[in-house]
């Protein structure tokens, strides 16, 4: 079955400090990764978006990883900001049949605290 | 360049009624998605729309339909709603597509009394 699994659920982090979210996938053939950020009440932004190739890309304070062997990618947040308090989705895309589907993470809910 | 805008924001509607949610994607984007969010469930992909026709379709009840026109902006019907319809409706724009990078406008929150 395919499935994405994030943890943790959620996380509470002073700020300046550095966190690392974790999902991990099943899901198979998979075509990309991505990692978006929604803050309470507004669409998903996203942060990265990453293939089979890529194990490291970064965006401003944001670093994905991939490991497409073990299934696994990490979002790294360094030097955490009051803004970061958001919930952090990771989403994979899978070829099937002659469609893409997108199979969602239910996210990790990150809180900055000062 | 402007970004995904969706309309109403806000809506309720009663139980059996039916609603109609409207998205205008980025201007160049051929490919239109929906999706639902609910606390309990997270992000569940509706459909997508590209060129007007329906190129994907999740695990919603006929109820749920949508549609493109040629300018590329879209809707999404549900008729008959039920409570557990209340959710945060988002849709997404892409140049090519669900596999490619997307463009989220601020969803409309649809409350069902």
């Known amino acids: 079955k395919n499935q994405v699994e994030q943890s943790p659920q959620s996380l509470i982090i002073l700020e300046g400090k550095n966190c690392t979210l974790q999902c991990n996938y099943t899901v198979s053939p998979f075509s990309n990764l991505r990692w978006y950020k929604q803050d309470t009440g507004r669409g998903p932004v996203s942060l990265t978006i990453m293939t089979f190739s890529e194990n490291t890309k970064s965006n401003g304070r ?8 073990t299934k ?11 803004s970061d308090s958001a919930s952090y989705i990771c989403v994979v895309s899978a070829r099937m049949d002659s469609s893409y589907k ?12 000062p | 360049k402007a970004g995904v805008t969706q309309t109403p924001r806000y809506l309720i509607k009663t139980r059996g009624q039916q609603v109609t949610l409207s998205c205008s994607p980025i201007s160049g984007h051929r490919s239109v998605s929906w999706y639902q969010q609910t606390p309990g469930q997270g992000l569940q992909f509706l459909f997508e729309y590209f060129s007007e026709t329906q190129r994907n379709k999740g695990n919603f009840p006929g109820r749920f339909s949508g549609r493109q026109f040629s300018n590329s902006r879209s809707e999404m019907n549900v008729s ?11 849709c997404a724009s892409s140049f090519q597509g669900v596999s490619y990078e997307q463009y989220f406008g601020p969803g409309t929150r649809l409350t069902v009394t």
């Open chain 1, 102 to 113: 997108l199979i969602f993470g239910s996210g990790t809910r990150l809180l900055v605290r």
């Open chain 1, 62 to 69: 944001y670093t994905a990883t991939l490991d497409a062997d």
């Open chain 1, 72 to 82: 696994q990618s990490s979002l790294h947040i360094t030097a955490s900001q009051l």
């Open chain 2, 80 to 90: 008959t709603l039920e409570l557990g319809d209340s959710a945060l409706y988002l």
